[in-house]
């Protein structure tokens, strides 16, 4: 199933499975997502939910809507899809482990460990962030911010905020999900990070 996450400023508040046929966004209390911003539409914009297929439609709002940077009326929607409404953001998450479809027997992979990163320079070097949730942000809001994501074989990282992309081995993010391996080097607002698994079960 797919689902939204919606962040402002870099932080997350609140995340949503598209369970329903339409899920509509706005001001308004009726909406299925409800964004209380003077910026955003009464009803601001819809998704339209097919089996494993997502459409998003603007439904003429003042501000308009924006996905990867590029205003749209209507979308297909991917894995990893920025969508923008004023301030706000909207990340689009598809569970590929539940949506591809394969007829060989069911496979039950041994789950990936946690992971860290570990900040490289800058006042906080030395310091580590255990990879726990299922979202993690990290970045300097307003400024650079990126979403680490854990699935069940791994993370993803996906850049959600500032004109400069998010570099891993210095290589920009630019649109979509990287999947991250061990010693992967992360550049984001000005610090240097480094992704690797957990050598311990807990700090």
Same mark, same amino acid.
């Given at each position: 199933m797919a689902k939204i996450i919606?962040?402002?400023?870099? %932080? #997350? #508040?609140?995340?949503? *499975?598209?369970?329903?046929e339409r899920t509509t966004i706005g001001r308004r209390p009726h909406n299925d997502l409800v964004i209380d911003n003077p910026a955003i539409?009464? !009803?601001? *914009? @819809? /998704? /339209?939910? #097919?089996? %494993?297929?997502s459409f998003l439609e603007d439904l003429n709002s003042t501000n308009g809507t924006q996905v990867n940077g590029h205003p749209i009326t209507k979308h297909f929607l991917q894995h990893n899809d920025v969508i923008q409404m004023a301030d706000y953001k909207l990340v689009y998450l598809v569970d590929s482990d539940q949506d591809i479809k394969d007829s060989r027997p069911k496979m039950f992979p041994i789950p990936r460990p946690d992971a860290v990163i570990t900040v490289l320079d800058g006042a906080s070097c030395g310091k580590t962030m255990l990879l726990t949730k299922v979202l993690t942000t990290i970045g300097r809001p307003g400024i650079q911010v990126a979403i680490v994501t854990r699935r069940p074989h791994g993370y !993803?990282?996906?850049? #959600? !905020?500032? %004109?400069?992309?998010?570099?891993? %081995?210095?290589?920009?993010?630019?649109?979509? @999900?990287?999947?991250?391996?061990?010693?992967d /080097?992360?550049? /984001? @607002?000005g610090t240097t990070m480094k992704f690797s698994w957990n050598p311990v079960a807990s700090f």
């Open positions: 919606l962040t402002k400023g870099g %932080n #997350v #508040v609140q995340e949503m *499975a598209l369970h329903k539409s009464g !009803e601001h *914009a @819809a /998704i /339209i939910t #097919v089996y %494993n297929d !993803e990282l996906t850049h #959600v !905020e500032g %004109n400069i992309y998010t570099r891993v %081995n210095g290589v920009p993010l630019s649109v979509g @999900a990287r999947p991250l391996q061990d010693g /080097i992360i550049d /984001i @607002a």
